[in-house]
């Protein structure tokens, strides 16, 4: 969904005024967007906890689409077109990312897990980053803290999160950040992306539910537009650089997604 404010017109101006009614906010059904919608486009904000700007942007859209579903509430393809909607893509190219990251599985292997892989090279760069010197630790230590990728260390399901454990004794900000988390898998040093605060509310929020995850993962897809554009255009190896890094073509990133796009895509 485009920004928009006082004075702008068009389909996106309706659609605004539908919802803000629908949240008790009396606003006239013209294509306009007048005094009292910027009105009540503050008051909502207020009443939600944002900059009251009167600006309809990213944040303000999410809310309006998905501040009345509950935490608990089952995820369902609609959501997925509410998320998709937001970023002005294709519904299908949503679920293809989903089905690729956690092969379909979802976003948590049980309740109050979520989905996790724990990247040793990453948490060796962590550690790095916070002049915490990795060789230290590296013995006893050698599945979880290493310099380069190595796919044989992964334990999967549960049990990766023995792994993280053992991280986090060693150093929990650092060990939180080199997880991947979640049905679409974004890494924890993305919080910020993500429009979080620290990688422990990051984390919070991964645990609250798959819709939840959907939130954050198009908060993260909306600060990396050239992901955005990659998913618009199709453009599968382009999207899969971007996001599953550099050595993609090792576990066919592209042509997994690009064989899920066209599943969900013919059965619209």
Not at 150 to 171: M, P, Q
Not at 198 to 207: H, I, R
């Amino acid at each position: 969904m485009r920004t928009i404010r006082i004075n702008d017109r068009g389909a996106e101006v309706s659609r605004l005024k539908k919802l803000l009614n629908a949240y008790g906010y009396s606003v006239n059904d013209t294509d306009l967007f007048d005094e009292d919608t910027d009105g009540a486009v503050r008051k909502f904000q207020q009443a939600y906890g944002l900059p009251a700007d009167g600006i309809a942007g990213f944040k303000t859209w999410e809310l309006l689409l998905f501040s009345t579903k509950k935490a608990g509430d089952k995820l369902t393809y609609s959501d997925f077109i509410l998320a998709a909607s937001l970023l002005d893509e294709e519904t299908a190219c949503l679920k293809a990312v989903q089905k690729v990251e956690t092969g379909g599985r979802g976003g948590f292997f049980a309740p109050g897990k979520p989905a996790i892989l724990f990247e040793g090279h990453i948490f060796w760069r962590e550690l790095e980053k916070r002049s915490i010197n990795p060789d230290r630790y590296v013995s006893g230590n050698e599945n979880i803290l290493y310099k380069k990728w190595e796919k044989g260390h992964y334990k999967g399901g549960l049990k990766e999160y023995e792994r993280l454990e053992r991280a986090l004794l060693i150093h929990e900000e650092a060990a939180l950040c080199s997880a991947s988390w979640g049905m679409f898998q974004i890494m924890g040093f993305n919080y910020k992306q993500c429009g979080e605060n620290s990688v422990k509310t990051f984390v919070d929020a991964m645990k609250e539910s798959e819709q939840r995850q959907l939130r954050l993962m198009t908060a993260f897809l909306n600060k990396n537009p050239k992901m955005i554009d990659c998913l618009v255009k199709l453009d599968w190896k382009g999207f899969s650089a971007l996001y599953n890094g550099p050595s993609y073509a090792e576990n066919g990133y592209d042509k997994k997604l690009k064989a899920a796009y066209a599943e969900y895509s013919s059965n619209r």
